[in-house]
C-alpha cells in the first residue's frame, strides 16, 4: 500500500443555497479517485448528521446539506477539515470478474461501435476484456457503475434517441467510457453485450455488488454459459 502525500486542498464552494461542491481537481485519475473516496467516508461519518446527501464524482463531491445547517459555517468546517493533515492509505482494491456474452442477440450496437471504430466484433471483445477498469462512483440509476480504464478506440459516441428501456445486465460503451445497467432502465449507450449476473439487490444498498473503488475484468462467454448462469446471483 502507498501513501498520498502531497494532498492539495480542494476548492470548496457553494452549489445552490443548501449544497456545497468539493472539487479536488479538473482531471480524472486513480490518483484523484483515492482522495474523492477517502473524504467520501470521512464526511460520511463526521457530519452524517449535518449532511442529507452526499455524491462522489470522478473528481469531487457535491453534499447536500440537512434543514436548519449554516451553508457558510458548514464550509468554513470544511475548510478547517481539509487544512488538517492527512495520511490517505492506497488500499488494495476488490477484483470482480464479471461474465459478458458479446452475441449479437444481447449485442444490438456491436455493429454500430464496429462501425464507428473500424474493428471487428472480435478485435471490440478482445480489447474490451483487456481493460484495466476500476469504479470511480455509482449514479445515473441505483447501482450503474462509472468505470474508467476502457481502451479509448473503443470510444463510440452515444445514441442519438436514448431506449426506453435497456435490460438489466447490459454491458455498454458511451463516449469515452464502458458501464452496466444493474437494473432494467432507460438508457442511451452503445449495448455490445449483456451479463447473466444479478448486480443489484435493493436489500443491500449499503454494500453493493459493484462498490465504488472496486475493479472489474470482464471476460466473455458463449450463449449457451449465459443461459446456464441467468439470473445467478453474483
Known sequence: MNSIEDLKAPTITPASDRSIMIRFSTEISEYVHEQVSYFHNILSKKYKKK???????????????????????MIAKLKQLFNEEHNITIQEKKTIKIPVCYESEFAPDIDRVS???????????????????????????????YIGGMDLKLETPRLSSPRISVPAGSVAIGGKQTGIYPIQSPGGWNIIGRTPLLLFD????????LPMGGRIEFYPITEKEYQDNQGSLF
Not at 462522489?56 to 440537512?66: D, G, K, Q, T
Not at 476484456?129 to 445515473?140: A, D, P, S, V, W
Open 202 to 209: 435493493w436489500n443491500k444498498l449499503r454494500n453493493p455488488v
Open 115 to 145: 462501425s464507428h471504430t473500424r474493428m471487428s466484433i472480435e478485435e471490440i471483445i478482445h480489447k474490451h476484456t483487456k481493460g484495466k477498469y476500476l469504479i470511480y462512483f455509482l449514479g445515473f440509476s441505483p447501482g450503474f457503475p
Open 51 to 73: 449532511i442529507s446527501n452526499i455524491s462522489p464524482a470522478y473528481n469531487s463531491i457535491l453534499i447536500r446539506l440537512e434543514d436548519g445547517v449554516s451553508l457558510w459555517r
